[in-house]
């Protein structure tokens, strides 16, 4: 599970960096502070390197077989929904930037500007 | 690429098909012995040389009970040896797609810049002398060499199928749906393939040309038709 700290201290925690299947949640009772916020900085930092050393999209054991279909919805999916809830709440979207890169090297170029024009026009099926 | 009236496999030029190719000689070796045998006991038969006036055949029924225990047991280790192997979890360096249209193939590099190119075949009346008729593209899928590659195929309309014998590599491209397959080559060089499921009139002329390089190779390759 991944920790992501906001502008605020709260925190969201989840994500599939980790290769968890959760999207974002907010942890209850978090309030103004989080005995999280120690590690905060160091995950932060853990997703920085590992964008800057991304090459492909690794194997996702949620998806361990020959049909990756889900994979590329998934990741598309929990790309906007990361950049949407972090500009809720006014934080940094570079973690979003990991399912961004995993969608873009698995997902047609095709599908990915079909999904767009959907996103754009209001009739996108997933839930953002 | 296959030659004229050739009957066995292409020489393997990935780790999987090399397995392949040991199994197949394998389970061909097998099939010899058995045939063998049958033919030697039709013989003895034909010949009235075994005996007809068994009544209780004990030894015999153990024999052709275990014998072939055996044989099945020798066939089913390589194979699922192989079967597990080819879905072994390898972290692949590349991830390329491979799209069939009616009647080429898209390939696309998206995991730095957004890379994308068509692959038609190259017509008879424009092949340079030398070249192969019905196998030569415009544009080649360039690999480096010796790096764990995962392949994306599906089709933009109706089913295709990516086949690259050498590679042992053979996936079906159905529209809605990605499918995974990967291999490694293991030297450079161009590998030929043809699409393997019906799709139209021209299903017979869209093959599939991968050309293996080195990675300095393949970098600049990639740089040249990125910028």
Redesign the interface.
């Known amino acids: 599970m991944v920790c992501l700290c906001t502008a605020s201290g709260a925190v969201i925690s989840g994500g599939a960096l980790g290769g968890a299947s959760r999207w974002f949640r907010r942890e209850s009772g978090s309030g103004g502070e989080s005995h999280f916020d120690g590690n905060c900085d160091a995950m932060a930092e853990d997703i920085r390197t590992k964008l800057e050393h991304y090459k492909t999209a690794p194997f996702d054991s949620r998806f361990p077989n020959q049909n990756q279909t889900r994979n590329c919805w998934q990741n598309y999916l929990d790309f906007h929904r990361c950049e949407k809830a972090m500009a809720a709440k006014g934080a940094d979207a570079t973690p979003c930037q990991w399912y961004y890169r995993v969608y873009k090297s698995i997902c047609p170029m095709s599908w990915v500007t079909t999904w767009d024009e959907y996103r754009e026009e209001g009739t996108f099926p997933g839930k953002i | 690429m296959a030659n004229h009236s050739q009957l066995g496999f292409q020489d393997a030029s990935s780790p999987i098909m090399e397995e392949l190719v040991e199994f197949h000689d394998h389970a061909l070796m097998v099939a010899l012995a058995i045939c063998s045998l049958v033919l030697y006991l039709l013989t003895l038969m034909l010949m009235e040389k075994l005996s007809s006036n068994t009544v209780d055949a004990q030894e015999i029924e153990l024999i052709w009970t275990i014998l072939p225990a055996i044989v099945l047991v020798l066939l089913a280790l390589p194979s699922l040896q192989i079967l597990y192997m080819m879905d072994e979890?390898?972290?692949?360096?590349?991830?390329l797609?491979a799209?069939g249209h009616q009647w080429y193939w898209t390939y696309?590099y998206?995991?730095f810049k957004?890379l994308?190119f068509d692959s038609y075949m190259t017509p008879t009346m424009d092949l340079p002398q030398g070249h192969f008729r019905l196998l030569e593209v415009d544009h080649r899928m360039v690999v480096p060499m010796e790096s764990p590659i995962?392949m994306?195929i599906?089709a933009?309309d109706v089913l295709h199928s990516w086949a690259v014998p050498t590679l042992g590599v053979k996936?079906d491209a159905i529209p809605?749906?990605?499918?995974?397959?990967s291999f490694i080559t293991t030297r450079p060089g161009v590998f030929y393939g043809q699409c393997s499921e019906i799709c139209g009139a021209n299903h017979s002329f869209m093959p599939i040309v991968v050309e293996s390089t080195p990675l300095k190779y393949f970098e600049a390759w990639s740089s040249l038709l990125s910028s």
């Open positions: 979890v390898n972290e692949p360096d590349l991830t797609k799209i696309e998206t995991d957004d994308s995962r994306i599906t933009d996936t809605g749906r990605l499918n995974q397959t």
